[in-house]
């Protein structure tokens, strides 16, 4: 299953409203996850099945989409959360990730 | 506190061989899978492979791109993971992950290691 995230890049202020979205090439149902990656680091998983808030996970962060279309938006962007952020789905072997959305100050 | 450490990584020629630990702590080891994810440097995520407990078989699943030439294995009593890779290329260079499966949702990647680097080089 390929999953296409889109934009690739995107360049915001503090305060925006910012969202991503993704794709995937065949019916996932809502087993699509969000992680965030900030240079150097591990990923970390931000959202799963595709709209539930991981533990400890700041509320501005959001998902929602079921069957091929998704999307992770970020209310009120603040300084911590420029990274790259991925999709990734689970519903079954091989699981595989979006490309990845960088996510810059503009 | 869950804990995930990569060992092994380093400099190697193409077409030899390297093995990676993941040493794990802070929970029941026996209890969970273990997938193994790279991350090329500069690139996306891509998953490699996983293991399951041993009351299952431990069955293993490999990514097309490694099967045949990777091998993950357990060693519960000590709480390790391994990832055996062989006849390495340039193209396996990368950062390599492990990660703890989720008993409530098999594939969801919510425990990482810090990663250990991988460079196949000549």
């Known amino acids: 299953i390929q999953l296409t995230q889109s934009p690739s890049s995107l360049s915001a202020s503090v305060g925006d409203r910012v969202t991503i979205t993704c794709r995937a090439s065949?019916?996932?149902?809502?087993?699509l996850a969000w992680y965030q990656q900030k240079p150097g680091k591990a990923p970390k998983v931000l959202i799963s099945?595709?709209?539930n808030l991981q533990s400890g996970v700041p509320s501005k962060f959001s998902g929602s989409g079921s069957g091929t279309d998704f999307t992770l938006t970020i209310s009120s962007l603040q300084p911590e959360d420029f990274a790259t952020y991925y999709c990734q789905q689970l519903n079954n072997y091989p699981p595989t990730f979006g490309q990845g959305t960088k996510v810059e100050i503009k | 506190e869950v804990q995930l450490v990569e060992s092994g990584g380093g400099l190697v020629e193409p077409g030899r061989s390297l093995r990676l630990s993941c040493t794990a702590s802070?929970?029941?080891?026996?209890?969970?899978?273990v997938n193994w994810i790279r991350q090329a440097p500069g690139k996306g995520l891509e998953w490699v492979g996983f293991?399951?407990?041993?009351?299952?078989?431990?069955?293993?699943e490999y990514a097309a791109s490694v099967k045949g030439r990777f091998t993950i294995s357990r060693d519960d009593s000590k709480s390790i993971a391994y990832l055996q890779m062989n006849s390495l290329k340039t193209e396996d260079s990368a950062v390599y992950y492990c990660?703890?499966?989720?008993?409530?949702?098999?594939?969801?990647?919510?425990?990482w290691g810090q990663g250990t680097l991988v460079t196949v080089s000549s």
């Open positions: 065949q019916d996932i149902s809502t087993y």
């Open positions: 802070g929970f029941t080891f026996g209890d969970y899978g």
């Open positions: 990660t703890r499966d989720n008993l409530a949702a098999p594939l969801l990647f919510d425990y």
């Open positions: 293991i399951g407990i041993k009351p299952y078989g431990g069955t293993t």
């Open positions: 099945a595709a709209s």
